[in-house]
């Protein structure tokens, strides 16, 4: 073989990995647009629109939409969570209550919010007598400083919470 039989499939071969690469690398930024509204080509945006303008949610509006005028007790749930953390972008956080996991009275649901993040709900977990206790661990990531409440609300449809604010140093949102 030629010295310049290889180096034309060489370059050829280039050539060829190089229009792959560009149809791919313009197949992907055509797959990430976000639809927004009902789903008409004019409403569609990309992903940094999207991120933009965050529309601010207010934690009590939020609260209220989620539980309406139930009256949260802050008792029976514990809360892990970092003083200050040093990366708001993984901030671990650990919850767990002290009721009963039996059935007919349990556990249902575990939620998760920060106060001073643009959406404020940040997880929620389903829960059952066979989970055998209530806890859930996770990483959660924070705007800024701000509250973070865990609220557990059980079968009978009580609310029970806890509040603990963590100093974030580097915001995880943008923030």
Same mark, same amino acid.
């Given at each position: 073989m030629k010295k310049n039989d290889f180096s034309h499939s060489r370059r050829e071969f280039l050539k060829k990995t190089g229009f792959a690469s560009a149809a791919l690398l313009s197949f992907s930024a055509l797959s990430s647009v976000i639809p927004l509204g009902n789903g008409k080509a004019g409403n569609w945006i990309g992903p940094r629109e999207a991120e933009a303008?965050?529309?601010k949610v207010d934690i009590k509006d939020k609260l209220k939409a989620t539980f309406g005028n139930r009256k949260i007790e802050m008792s029976h749930v514990t809360m892990k969570a970092p003083i200050i953390a040093e990366n708001g972008a993984v901030v671990?956080?650990?919850i767990s209550s002290d009721l009963p996991m039996e059935a007919g009275n349990y556990v249902k649901k575990i939620y998760i919010f920060v106060d001073n993040n643009s959406n404020p709900f940040i997880a929620? #977990?389903?829960l059952s007598p066979a989970n055998g206790r209530a806890?859930?661990?996770l990483r959660i990531k924070m705007?800024?400083?701000s509250p973070v409440r865990a609220i557990v609300e059980t079968s009978k449809g009580k609310l029970y919470g806890t509040t603990k604010i963590v100093k #974030?140093?580097?915001g995880g949102c943008g923030g």
């Open positions: 303008a965050p529309v671990p956080v650990n929620s #977990v389903d806890a859930f661990s705007r800024k400083t #974030v140093t580097i």
